[in-house]
């Protein structure tokens, strides 16, 4: 099936390597053609969330095989996964306390009015 991406990933890795695509030593090729196809240059990436908890990175290159049956480096991505705690405050409701009832026989009071 072709054309084919498969993804190589390197744990705890930033980067700043040099990747070579060659064929295998035993791989069925014209006589002088080189084993290597491409070599390439991945810069050091920089992990922003270094310092939280459990940081982990993931260097992961995308390889493809094209149609044509040349392989080459598609992307290169640098994930990274990390732990973070925050702190929410929990409110807890105030006790009801029940409302006054007027007692039996009793009529709440109600100020006088004055009679002119």
Known sequence: MFPLTKNVT??????NMQIMLKYAEDAQILEGLPKEIAQYQV?????????KKD???KLTLKV???????????????IESWSEEVKIPI??????????????G???????????
């Open 91 to 104: 409110k807890v409701p105030a006790p009801v306390t029940p409302a006054a009832k007027p007692e039996a």
């Open 64 to 78: 493809q095989n094209s149609i044509h049956q040349i392989p080459g480096v598609e992307g290169v991505d640098l």
């Open 43 to 51: 810069g050091e990436g920089k992990a922003k969330n270094a310092d």
């Open 55 to 57: 940081s982990k990175v």
């Open 106 to 116: 009793k009529e709440a009071e109600k100020p006088a009015e004055s009679v002119q």
């Open 10 to 15: 390197f744990d705890n890795k930033l980067g």
